[in-house]
């Protein structure tokens, strides 16, 4: 028997005879029983107020399951952020040279503790900035021809 059948034969049957119910399902059913007419879940599923009567079945659960909520039509088109980005790459050349700055005061101090790869880090970064400027200045440029392709 399949179990869309089985909880048709228990559905059916349930005015005659409920099904024994265990503890554990028992504190599930009245949690769900006990939840208000204005209750909302995490998914915006609106439950109503479960009132049983007679014994507490499978049944009278799925009767009184969650309903979604109806889904509202976008109100208007979401577009991709797109800003320019050369501002960024020049942001992050700064950074690395102030930091290495910052670090080159305190030269000897890293040498002593064995640190004296962060200024090379800084000097990397800072370097590795040059090359994403140029590619951050080619998305730019494209960007811009982009925008006035699709203005009318």
């Known amino acids: 028997m399949s179990m869309a059948n089985e909880y048709e034969a228990v559905c059916d049957t349930r005015h005659t005879a409920p099904p024994p119910v265990d503890h554990d399902l028992e504190v599930m059913i009245d949690a769900v029983s006990q939840r208000s007419a204005h209750d909302q879940g995490d998914l915006g599923v609106q439950r109503p107020h479960a009132?049983?009567?007679?014994?507490?079945?499978?049944?009278?659960?799925?009767?009184?399951?969650?309903?979604?909520?109806?889904?509202?039509?976008?109100?208007?088109?979401?577009?991709?952020?797109?800003?320019?980005?050369?501002?960024?790459?020049?942001?992050g050349i700064v950074v690395w040279a102030v930091l290495g700055l910052v670090l080159l005061g305190f030269q000897p101090t890293l040498v002593e503790q064995g640190r004296d790869e962060w200024l090379w880090i800084c000097l990397a970064g800072f370097l590795w900035g040059f090359p994403g400027l140029a590619v951050m200045m080619t998305h730019d440029a494209n960007r811009r021809r982009r925008r006035v392709g699709t203005q009318p």
């Open 51 to 91: 009132e049983v009567a007679g014994p507490r079945t499978l049944c009278a659960v799925a009767e009184n399951a969650p309903q979604p909520a109806p889904a509202r039509a976008p109100e208007r088109e979401i577009t991709p952020l797109d800003p320019p980005m050369v501002p960024f790459a020049i942001g």
